[in-house]
C-alpha cells in the first residue's frame, strides 16, 4: 500500500512538473473533460481559472521571493491534477444533471407501441416545459430584443465620448448576464443541460484589458445574436401553440357551448341572417378532435423544444467548451 502511494504520489508530481501556467493548466483540463458535456466544461474551467489565479495572486502576495513556477505548483496541489478534477466534475454530471432530462429518458426508455407513445406525452415533464417555454418565449423575446438593439444603438453611438467605451463594456457584460438566466431558464423548462457559471473574466485585470477580452470573445457577440433571433422565434412559438390550444380547447368546448348552454350565437355562423349550425352529433365528436390535436400540439411543443435547446446549447456556451 505504501509503495502505491508513493507511486501515486511520483505520478503527481510529474503531472505537476509538466504544467508551468494556469493556461497549461486549462488545456490539460479541457482534454480531460474530452467528451463531456459542454456545459460541464464551461463551468469547469470557470471555476478552476477563477481559483487558481486568486490562489496564485495571494501566493505572490504572501510569499513575495517564491518563483512563478512554485507558485503555480503549490495551487494546483491544493486544487488538485487536471485529472483529479475532470473526475470530480464528471461526477456532479451524473448526480446533478436536469431533472426534466433524466424524467424524459425515462419516459423514452418505458415506450412500447405507437399508442402509448402518442397518449404517453401527457406524462412527459419535457412536453408540458416546452408548451410554458413557448408561452414565456414572446415576452422573454421582447425583453431580449429591446435590451440587446437598445443597448448596442445607444453605447455604439456615445463610443465618441468618454463614457462610450465603459458604457459599451458594461453592456457587453450584461449580454452575458441575459445568456446565463436564458441558460437557466432553458434547462429548467427545456432540460437541456446549461452552464451555471459565466464564463471567467479576471478581476484583477485592469477595465482595458477585460474590456478587450470580453469585446474578442465570439461567446458575446453569439450570446447577443440570440437575443436578437429571440424575438421572431418567440412570435412564432407563442403563435403556433396559443393557436393550437385554442384550436383544441374550442373543440372540446362546443358541445357545452352549443348543447348545454345553447349559446347558439357564440358556435353558429350567421350568413345573410341565418344561422348555421354543426348537427348535435358531429358536436359530440368534436372533444375527441380536440384532445387529438392537444395530444398533437404536446409532441409538436416537445420537438421544438428540442430544437431550440440544441439551438440555445449552440449559441450561450463558449466554443471552447464545446470540443
Request: glycine share 8%; with cysteine; aromatic share 12%.
Amino acid at each position: 500500500m505504501r509503495q502505491r502511494q508513493r507511486y501515486d504520489g511520483f505520478c503527481i508530481q510529474g503531472v505537476l512538473s509538466m504544467i508551468k501556467t494556469i493556461k497549461e493548466y486549462l488545456h490539460q483540463l479541457r482534454k480531460e473533460l474530452r467528451g463531456s458535456d459542454s456545459a460541464i466544461v464551461q463551468d469547469a474551467l470557470s471555476d478552476a481559472e477563477e481559483h487558481l489565479r486568486d490562489a496564485y495572486n495571494n501566493a505572490i502576495t504572501i510569499y513575495p521571493s517564491i518563483s512563478d513556477a512554485d507558485a503555480i505548483m503549490q495551487v494546483i496541489e491544493e486544487y488538485g491534477t487536471p485529472e483529479e478534477v475532470a473526475a470530480g466534475y464528471r461526477d456532479i454530471e451524473v448526480r446533478t444533471s436536469p431533472a426534466l432530462a433524466q424524467r424524459v429518458k425515462r419516459y423514452e426508455e418505458k415506450k412500447r407501441s405507437s399508442w402509448p407513445r402518442f397518449f404517453g406525452v401527457w406524462a412527459d415533464s419535457g412536453a408540458w416545459g416546452s408548451v410554458i417555454y413557448m408561452i414565456l418565449s414572446l415576452a422573454t423575446g421582447i425583453a431580449y430584443f429591446t435590451w440587446a438593439v437598445t443597448g448596442l444603438s445607444v453605447s455604439a453611438g456615445l463610443l465618441v465620448l468618454i463614457i462610450g467605451l465603459p458604457l459599451f463594456a458594461l453592456f457587453l457584460l450584461s449580454i452575458r448576464g441575459l445568456a446565463l438566466i436564458e441558460g437557466r431558464i432553458v434547462e429548467g423548462l427545456l432540460g437541456v443541460r446549461m452552464p451555471n457559471r459565466p464564463a471567467f473574466t479576471d478581476k484583477r485585470q485592469g477595465w482595458w484589458d477585460r474590456f478587450k477580452s470580453i469585446f474578442t470573445d465570439g461567446h458575446t457577440w453569439s450570446s447577443m445574436l440570440y437575443m436578437i433571433m429571440h424575438l421572431p422565434m418567440g412570435i412564432f412559438y407563442f403563435t403556433l401553440i396559443i393557436t393550437l390550444i385554442g384550436v383544441s380547447l374550442w373543440g372540446v368546448a362546443l358541445p357545452i357551448l352549443q348543447v348545454l348552454l345553447n349559446l347558439n350565437e357564440v358556435t353558429g355562423i350567421r350568413v345573410h341572417g341565418i344561422l348555421y349550425q354543426l348537427p348535435d352529433w358531429v358536436t359530440f365528436i368534436t372533444p375527441v378532435i380536440g384532445f387529438l390535436v392537444f395530444t398533437a400540439t404536446m409532441h409538436v411543443a416537445k420537438r421544438i423544444g428540442c430544437w431550440h435547446g440544441s439551438v440555445a446549447k449552440s449559441m450561450l456556451v463558449r466554443r471552447d467548451s464545446q470540443g
